[in-house]
């Protein structure tokens, strides 16, 4: 079972419920930097998909909600590939959102002019986002940067201050940094009120892009083992997402998979 996309040629699967996309990281960032050429109107927005968040979802309408109506669902994460494996789908590789960040960016500095704006994290790391980004990619333009305040859940007049502080800079792509489930459930929440043509939600790429944060070594990511040095370097924030999201997840595949089979069989 497939469907397309709005907006978008990418054909995705659905896992849990949710179309994640299935496609490489290069057709994937051609048609986010596709979407610059699009009419001013909603913008399109992308999201990270991976078993923690496909947990969470399950008990927050909220999240659920901004996750199904994403434009692009990408496949961040080694589970959901095993996912799409015992699913009888067709992802058979992983796109982290740093790897869709820097080809997507790849592509916006050969075309010159692309203006970006950074929500999220705090005022050091963005800072160091921009002097990085004005280094390596002379092609991009760092429209304004904004470092929310790290609350649970924001106010109104909060959100009201971020979106004007994003209109104001008048950007192509708003890139936003915050952990997930909030990060996603606000730009659902606030996009129509957003002018941009794209939104991603990328969370910890923010760190990862300024060198805050170290992403795994080059042996964990191409055996789908990012996880362990992360959580061996951050046991306390990352537990959760290991030994009580994935283990949640994989049931829920699983029955998931038992459902499509009696399904099938009624036929």
């Keep these: ?90 992802i058979r590789g992983r796109v982290t959102g740093s790897d869709l960040f820097q080809s997507v960016s790849l592509l916006a500095n050969q075309r010159g002019g692309v203006r970006y704006f950074f929500l999220g ?33 924001f106010t109104t007049a909060q959100d009201n201050e971020m979106v004007a502080a994003v209109n104001s800079g008048r950007a192509d792509v708003l890139w936003v940094g915050m952990s997930a489930p909030k990060q996603e459930k606000w730009v659902f929440r606030n996009r129509r009120r957003l002018n941009v043509k794209v939104i991603g939600a990328i969370g910890a790429v923010f760190d990862f892009y300024a060198g805050t944060r170290k992403r795994s070594p080059t042996w964990a990511l191409r055996t789908g083992l990012e996880w362990l040095p992360r959580l061996l370097c951050e046991p306390r924030r990352l537990w959760r997402r290991t030994f009580a999201s994935a283990p949640v997840f994989l049931w829920l595949v699983a029955r998931e998979r038992l459902a499509r089979r009696k399904a099938t069989r009624a036929r």
């Design 121 to 153: 994290s705090s005022q050091s790391t963005v800072d160091l986002i921009t002097h990085r980004l004005s280094s390596d990619l002379p092609g991009i333009v760092v429209a304004g940067t904004y470092a929310p305040p790290f609350v649970e859940e």
């Design 1 to 90: 079972m497939t469907d397309v996309r709005a907006g978008t040629s990418i054909q995705s699967e659905p896992i849990l419920g949710c179309g994640v996309a299935r496609a490489s990281k290069e057709i994937l960032a051609g048609q986010v930097v596709g979407w610059l050429d699009q009419a001013p109107g909603v913008p399109r927005y992308l999201a990270c998909a991976n078993p923690h968040s496909l947990v969470i979802s399950t008990r927050d309408a909220a999240f659920r909600d901004a996750l199904e109506n994403a434009d692009l669902l990408v496949p961040d994460g080694a589970g959901i590939v095993l996912a799409s494996r015992l699913l009888g789908g067709a």
